[in-house]
Each structure stands twice: as structure tokens, then as C-alpha cells.
């Protein structure tokens, strides 16, 4: 787990585009400081971090909190009228 982790750390300079990060406030199986950390960092990309109320399994304990804030970030992003434009 650990040398998949310092491999994504350091591919996360290759980000440029806008990053939503979707992180569980009481999730035991990942460091949400140290990803918080490792993605405020980046230089290349705006980064949003928004923590849920839910432990590790978002998609199951809080859809319709995640669906709406990633619908809600979509829209407010740059690009076309309904939200981002393709590249």
C-alpha cells in the first residue's frame, strides 16, 4: 500500500486540469490529511476539497450528498453553459 502511494504522489505533478477531491471524514483506511496535503500541492491544477460526513465507502453511504456536490462543482467550473468544456 504504501509504494502505491509514493508512486501516485508522484504522478500527481502531472495534473492539470481542475481536481474535485471527494474525501471521507471518518475514513479509517486513508490519510486524509496527508492526501489533502499531497494535492494542495499541486501547481499545475485548482484543486477543491470537500470532506463528507461518511467513512471509507462514499458511493454507499452518502450518494446523494457526493452526486451533488460533484453536479454542484461541475457547474460552477469554467467552460461551456453546463459546466466544463472539452480540451
Known amino acids: 500500500m504504501a509504494?502505491?502511494?509514493t508512486l501516485a504522489?508522484?504522478?500527481l505533478p502531472r495534473i492539470?486540469?481542475?481536481v474535485l477531491l471527494l474525501l471521507a471524514r471518518r475514513d479509517q483506511?486513508?490519510?486524509?490529511?496527508k492526501t489533502?496535503?499531497?494535492?494542495?500541492?499541486?501547481?499545475?491544477?485548482?484543486?477543491?476539497?470537500?470532506?463528507?460526513?461518511?467513512?471509507?465507502?462514499?458511493q454507499f453511504e452518502a450518494p446523494?450528498?457526493?452526486?451533488?456536490?460533484?453536479?454542484s462543482w461541475l457547474q460552477s467550473s469554467p467552460g461551456t453553459e453546463t459546466g466544463r468544456s472539452d480540451p
Request: charged share 20%.
Open 3 to 5: 509504494k502505491m502511494a
Open 9 to 11: 504522489i508522484a504522478r
Open 16 to 18: 492539470t486540469q481542475p
Open 29 to 33: 483506511a486513508v490519510n486524509n490529511e
Open 36 to 58: 489533502q496535503e499531497a494535492f494542495r500541492s499541486l501547481e499545475g491544477a485548482p484543486v477543491e476539497i470537500i470532506l463528507l460526513d461518511s467513512a471509507h465507502g462514499i
Open 64 to 71: 446523494g450528498e457526493a452526486a451533488a456536490k460533484i453536479v
